[in-house]
């Protein structure tokens, strides 16, 4: 792949935040190189600090792209697949709607940010076993109150345009390869609570299912790219912290 | 006001995140009307609620923005204030630069998310009193570990461009005025921690200031339309959450 336009970097071990990238990108049919997969976090680690000492505006954290004819690095997960729409010609062709799509795409990223925290909620540095106490009080309210907010607006979103099964009807857009991964991440981390939950969300459970018949995010599950979900990532299968 | 180009939506009793779009508007001299703070929450309550049952795309939560004209709403504070460098030429006149703008804005989204969550680790929807315990850890570890190293990634973009005092040299944009809030807040929420901090960021502190003089900034922040900090807030003072 050396003929790659972009690299990507991230955490080698987990699909955390990158993966929101890396299922556009497939979906898209874009060439990229998995930088950080091809070493290890040093890797990743060395990069980033040769970036923020370059003197130019360098990213605050992984997962970042890297446009390799100009070097220019772009950071943050909404903010790169809005950008990768615009570069190739992803978008839906009205300026507004596209705007509206980047909106969702941001209120995906609090939703992660919250899947995140039900097992951290006090501090990502901190062990899971030192915080386990205040992360089964965060699930619970993440499961109970926040899941079925946010499920409620994607829903009524994937309403928006008749027929579906996507966002903007039958196009995919960045919107849906995000939906995607978070029902996956979701159903890892919370299994009970999604087998309950889902058949009230019939337009989200068929827009997850339409993505993963996209020819290249098919593929690419299907093979060893793909890594497993564990419990170094974002999305993290804690029995205790799932139920009904 | 009624000749405003845009209604602001948002909570009518806090700064809140709606004080990050308002504190640009008022450096560019957009004229809006304020409109929850016209009427009380349940006008923001019934307006969101029309426009989850309009059809279109909705707000998932306040602040959102309303172009009168054609009652375009946006929500998501770094969307907001992209949006609106763009539609009146406030940027840098380099697509790159814009776009790293964007993603320093997205940064300052993320530990405003930080900071709120220091008095709410646990649930939003839960009392700051049931959650004291993991608050007090979680305050600590975003005092001593998160305010600097975000503050490094702020020290580090004021400096890309030679001489100051704002991100892109003399011309202020939407970062330094989410900079100046984000720095106002901090203070207020943690005094002690700030007072030991600041003579390690002189760039982020020159930033803030410079911005608290630009003309509408001034004017605003003299006015009693600029509310004051208080404990219903993303940033809040509770003593015991504070420390050098």
Not at 29 to 57: H, I, K, N, T
Request: aromatic fraction near 12%; include cysteine; glycine fraction near 6%.
């Amino acid at each position: 792949m050396s003929g790659a336009a972009y690299d990507l970097w991230y955490w080698p071990s987990i699909q955390g935040r990158g993966e929101f990238v890396r299922v556009f990108m497939e979906a898209a049919g874009l060439s990229y190189r998995d930088r950080a997969r091809e070493g290890d976090a040093q890797a990743l680690v060395e990069d980033m600090e040769a970036r923020a000492e370059s003197g130019d505006f360098a990213p605050y954290a992984p997962p970042y792209l890297v446009e390799r004819k100009t070097d220019f690095a772009i950071a943050q997960v909404a903010h790169i697949v809005s950008w990768l729409t615009g570069h190739h010609d992803l978008g839906s062709g009205d300026a507004q709607t596209d705007l509206h799509l980047i909106q969702l795409q941001l209120t995906i990223t609090d939703i992660v940010a919250e899947a995140h925290d039900t097992h951290h909620p006090v501090a990502g540095s901190l062990y899971y076993d030192d915080q386990k106490d205040a992360a089964a009080r965060a699930a619970k309210a993440f499961r109970e109150e926040r899941i079925p907010k946010y499920f409620d607006h994607f829903e009524q979103a994937l309403k928006v345009r008749e027929g579906g099964p996507f966002v903007l009807g039958e196009r995919w857009s960045h919107v849906d390869t995000s939906l995607f991964q978070l029902v996956e991440g979701l159903r890892y981390a919370f299994p009970e609570r999604m087998k309950a939950l889902e058949e009230d969300y019939p337009a989200l459970v068929a827009c997850r299912d339409a993505v993963a018949e996209i020819e290249g995010v098919a593929a690419y599950c299907d093979s060893d790219r793909r890594l497993a979900f564990n419990e170094d990532g974002i999305f993290r299968h804690y029995p205790e912290l799932d139920a009904q």
